[in-house]
């Protein structure tokens, strides 16, 4: 089965509100971690990584954070717009295991105008 | 730069039949992954080729195989297809070098109907 999921399937936000977007992962041995975002007809988009080094990185109103206690991921997305709807995956690489990254389901992501 | 190109964006093909799918990686990219997506399945891993040697495999039938060129473009290949086959293959490249786990550059897919 999956070893990357995702709590929610969908999430609807109202534009210019925050989303977040959460995943959990199985594997200790996980060392990097990335969220994608696929619009329709299109192949998956970076959005950002993070390193199982670190707890929290930023990018450009989107916000990464890893709980490797808990074994948890969330994408928080600042001042949502319509533009951010899509589908939203997190995928885990497990240490030595190059270019195979292992995808969650995906979480469905609706902006309402 | 130009970004990871797949071809044909759409194919449809029957039962017992084979294809090929091509991708051609972003430039001074070593590392060509495939993937199969379907809404059931979601995205699930191939396999992995750098400098012309696979390096990882998923777990897939021997239907399915790869092979990558001196120019690191990649192709794919399916034979015998079956129904369950019908998906968008996608493929990702990626600089892998030194062994770092890096991020994946996708292409558009090529969306895969078998009737």
């Known amino acids: 089965g999956e070893s990357v999921g995702l709590h929610l399937p969908t999430l609807s936000v109202q534009e210019g509100d925050n989303s977040i977007i959460n995943c959990a992962y199985s594997?200790?041995?996980?060392?990097?971690f990335i969220w994608y975002k696929q619009e329709s007809g299109k192949g998956p988009q970076f959005i950002i990584d993070?390193?199982?080094?670190?707890d929290k990185r930023q990018g450009q109103r989107v916000t990464v954070l890893l709980n490797k206690t808990v074994k948890h991921l969330s994408l928080q997305i600042a001042a949502t717009q319509p533009g951010d709807s899509a589908v939203y995956f997190c995928a885990e690489n497990i240490r030595g295991s190059q270019g195979n990254l292992i995808f969650g389901k995906g979480t469905k992501l609706s902006v309402k105008p | 730069k130009a970004g990871v190109t797949q071809t044909p964006r759409y194919l449809i093909k029957t039962r017992g039949q084979q294809v090929t799918l091509s991708c051609s990686p972003i430039?001074?990219?070593?590392?060509v992954s495939w993937y199969q997506q379907t809404p059931g399945q979601g995205l699930q891993f191939l396999f992995e080729y750098f400098s012309e040697t696979q390096r990882n495999k998923g777990n897939f039938p021997g239907r399915f195989s790869g092979r990558q060129f001196s120019n690191s473009r990649s192709e794919m290949n399916v034979s015998t297809l079956e129904l369950g086959d019908s998906a968008l293959y996608l493929c990702a490249s990626s600089l892998a070098e030194g062994g770092a786990n890096e991020k994946l550059f996708f292409g558009s897919g090529t969306q895969l109907s078998v009737l």
């Open positions: 430039s001074g990219h070593r590392s």
């Open positions: 594997n200790s041995a996980s060392d990097y």
């Open positions: 993070i390193r199982s080094n670190m």
